[in-house]
């Protein structure tokens, strides 16, 4: 099997455990690093747990790929593709057409989702988390679990995942 066939693969796995709402396979698929990032109406990070944690209320009853593309070179894998999911979070309305770019990274011979930024083509502003903008800390604190809106990599951006990962900030 070729690398991309070997991606492709992982990432079926990762949706179905999506759909599943299982925690503990999805985990397996992230890498620690892994952070949802909203494109718009501004942008947001949602690191792994996070996103994780909104895992067991994100119904998806629904999820139809309209177009895909798949590249690797070497260990970094990207699958981008546009997708019509039909989903609720926490009973609210998550059904959009997105176009998303899952970045893959082969860790340790296994390939693990590092990044999945993320843009809306619909009636949503995005999937599944409100984001409250707090400049002056670089994340917000929604009832669904913090987001760090800072630039992904940045100062404001580790300092933000450092309070989170503390419990600084939490709703």
């Known amino acids: 099997m070729d690398a991309e066939q070997e991606l492709v693969e992982r990432w079926h796995g990762w949706q179905a455990s999506i759909e599943a709402r299982?925690?503990?396979?999805?985990?397996?698929?992230?890498?620690?690093?892994?952070?949802l990032e909203l494109v718009q109406p501004e942008r947001a990070v949602v690191?792994?747990?996070?996103?994780?944690?909104?895992?067991p209320d994100y119904v998806v009853?629904?999820?139809t790929i309209e177009a895909q593309i798949v590249e690797?070179?070497?260990?970094?894998?990207?699958?981008?593709?546009?997708?019509r999911q039909e989903a609720t979070?926490?009973?609210?309305?998550?059904?959009?057409?997105?176009?998303?770019?899952?970045i893959w990274r082969r860790i340790d011979g296994t390939w693990r989702g590092v990044a999945s930024p993320l843009h809306s083509h619909g009636r949503?502003?995005?999937?599944?988390?409100?984001?409250?903008?707090?400049?002056?800390?670089g994340w917000a604190g929604p009832e669904h679990g913090p987001v760090c809106n800072a630039e992904r990599g940045g100062s404001r951006?580790?300092?933000?995942?450092?309070?989170?990962?503390?419990?600084?900030g939490r709703g």
Do not use: E, K, N
Request: proline content about 3%; some cysteine.
């Open 22 to 35: 299982d925690l503990a396979a999805a985990t397996g698929y992230l890498a620690d690093d892994y952070a």
């Open 47 to 55: 690191p792994r747990d996070a996103w994780l944690a909104l895992l």
């Open 61 to 63: 009853s629904g999820y």
């Open 72 to 83: 690797v070179s070497g260990d970094i894998g990207l699958i981008l593709h546009r997708a």
């Open 89 to 102: 979070v926490h009973d609210a309305d998550r059904s959009d057409t997105f176009v998303l770019t899952d």
């Open 124 to 137: 949503r502003r995005h999937a599944g988390v409100a984001v409250a903008a707090s400049p002056d800390r």
């Open 157 to 168: 951006y580790r300092a933000c995942r450092s309070q989170m990962s503390r419990g600084i």
